[in-house]
């Protein structure tokens, strides 16, 4: 007669499966630790609202001059935990806008061709973005973007205005011919100094 319960050997087995299983979650995480980070990107977009309410979003700098409807901006990955910080954005324009509408932390040149912006801003997963709407009057030509987080220049970002008398919500502004395409620079933090040990 066998004196050996067979919950012995469930159990056994069981014990032997738990451990491959733990084995194979091992191996998996130290896989998933030798993947490559996400890349890191900071961008210049555009979004059209079309008259359905409907949004599209367009990773490009090539902003078609529809009234009303286009956005442009910026979304830039600065990194860190999410916290406030202070920003200072210049919006320069090539030629003068007939009508700027911005509040009460936004200064706009004389000439119309320039606004600044100082403000509290959040980072959010590393990433803050900021974005200005197309009005009638705003000009055809380079908008570009000056950026400072917390005293430091962060970054630039170069666009081409391009008219559009038909005022086709349907565009793509990624097919759009803009003579200075994703034109931008980031500026890199310098690395920080060691701490004398």
Known sequence: MNTRSPFRRTGAACALLALALAGLFAVEAAAQDRRPA?????????????????????????????????????????????????????????????????????????DKMRATTRMRERVVDGYMQRSWCIIPGDPPGTYSYHITIDGEPRGEFVFCALAMPDQNENIDPTELNCPNKFQGVEHRRPPAAAMPG
């Not at 359905?52 to 990955?77: D, S």
């Open 38 to 110: 996400p890349k890191v990107r900071s961008i210049p977009f555009v979004s059209i609202t079309k008259s359905n309410g409907q949004v599209r979003y367009f990773e490009t700098n090539a902003i078609p001059l529809l009234f009303h409807k286009a956005c442009f901006g910026w979304r830039m990955h600065v990194g860190g935990p999410d916290r406030g910080v202070s920003l200072v954005e210049v919006l320069q324009t090539s030629e003068p806008a007939k009508d700027i509408i911005a509040g009460p932390e936004t200064e706009v040149s004389a």
